[in-house]
């Protein structure tokens, strides 16, 4: 039986602020953090590679793809955190306080000092969740690599577990040695990584990792990486859009001939599980834990930034993965179109004929030299 949008986001509109804020870390101090999951961990006992010939040709890219991120980067760069803000609002255009008026509220009385302060708060925001999320993928293609039925998939997908550490150890290292500082996982992000691993379906640790997260992630770095002009995030960023668009097709690739095997029910399941996913992802941009940190109440500050033209372009722009790859998968208009209605209602639609990963897979891929290692 399908839920109700309530059911499923624990709000009945998708801009309720008040329910967008209730959900918060109750841990922000805690190291551990455990899910419980119960899965079937599966053996193939059927070592021919040639019946997945897509999965083993990933395979073999990634055996070539592998970089080192101690030797392949240059950690001597030297960031100064204030200069990379400056920079990057040049890019991005005018800023908020020019765009909104902020009468009545706490930023009205804001100099230059608060809104450079604001600007390296929001990279050591992004760079964390990034670090997070990384985490999450290497927890979460552990699990893939025992439980997807096929050999060629757990050949890939142990690939892809290196992968993700290396991401995790990148994006740990560049904030521990770049930057000013970490933040906690955000609370929705945290969320949804509990609710992909906590599920013991192979399908959907697919669906909401490599399709949902993965493709979110892989928007995001290339966003980042056409905006900054710093170095070192630029190159690795590169090595991590990479492995990134492998990932994503990893995914693909996996669930296409699943997908067609699963009845009207189970596939309108998984079309709200992505819409979950979708509205999860977007309302962890939100960043009000840098607002907290600036000792502005989030209540004060987000009907504001939240109809700011250039968060509007960039929440949007960080489905241009997705929805073409779901569109792919199927599942945009299976049934009775249902996906496609809610991400229209997300004003994310327009890029369901941008190029699935699959097709753009090359472009993303690093070209003879550039791995340095190599």
């Known amino acids: 039986m399908s839920s109700s949008i309530e059911d499923m986001i624990d709000r009945s509109e998708l801009d309720d602020i008040e329910a967008i804020l209730s959900v918060s870390n109750t841990d922000v101090d805690a190291v551990i953090h455990e899910v419980r999951s119960n899965y079937d961990t599966i053996f193939s006992w059927d070592y021919d590679k040639g019946t997945k010939p897509k999965l083993t040709r990933l395979y073999e890219k990634a055996k070539h793809s ?6 392949d980067l240059d950690w001597s760069i030297e960031v100064d955190q204030e200069k990379l803000v400056a920079e990057q609002q040049l890019m991005l255009g005018p800023p908020l306080h020019t765009m909104v008026d902020l009468s009545g509220t706490p930023l009205a009385k804001w100099g230059d000092k608060e809104w450079v302060q604001l600007g390296v708060e929001g990279q050591n925001w992004t760079l964390s969740q990034f670090m997070h999320g990384e985490q999450g993928a290497l927890v979460c293609t552990a699990k893939v690599v025992e439980s997807v ?22 994006f740990a290292k560049y904030l521990d040695t770049k930057l000013s500082g970490h933040y906690p996982i955000n609370a929705h992000l945290r969320l949804l990584l509990d609710d992909i691993i906590a599920d013991s379906r192979w399908d959907m640790t697919f669906l909401g990792m490599q399709i949902m997260v993965e493709g979110l992630a892989l928007a995001a770095f290339g966003f980042m990486h056409e905006l900054t002009v710093e170095p070192l995030l630029r190159k690795l960023l590169r090595y991590v859009m990479s492995d990134e668009a492998r990932h994503v097709a990893f995914g693909v690739l996996a669930l296409q001939d699943f997908y067609v095997e699963l009845s009207g029910p189970e596939i309108r ?19 009000q834990e840098v607002w907290d940190r600036m000792g502005v109440s989030p209540r004060d500050v987000l009907p504001l930034t939240m109809a700011a033209p250039d968060r509007i372009m960039f929440q949007s722009m960080l ?4 929805v073409p790859n779901l569109k792919k998968l199927g599942l945009l208009d299976a049934g009775d179109g249902w996906l496609r209605r809610k991400f229209t209602e997300l004003g994310v639609i327009q890029f369901e004929n941008w190029a699935d990963t699959e097709e753009e897979m090359a472009m993303f891929q690093l070209a003879q030299g550039e791995i340095a290692s190599a």
Do not use: C
Not at 149 to 170: F, N
Not at 319 to 322: D, L, W
């Open 149 to 170: 039925p096929w050999i060629s998939a757990k050949y890939y997908g142990s690939t892809q577990v290196m992968d993700e550490a290396r991401h995790v150890e990148v």
């Open 66 to 71: 592998m970089w080192n991120a101690e030797t």
């Open 319 to 322: 489905f241009s993965k997705i």
């Open 269 to 287: 399941e998984r079309q709200e599980f992505a819409f979950e996913a979708a509205v999860r992802m977007r309302d962890r941009f939100l960043q």
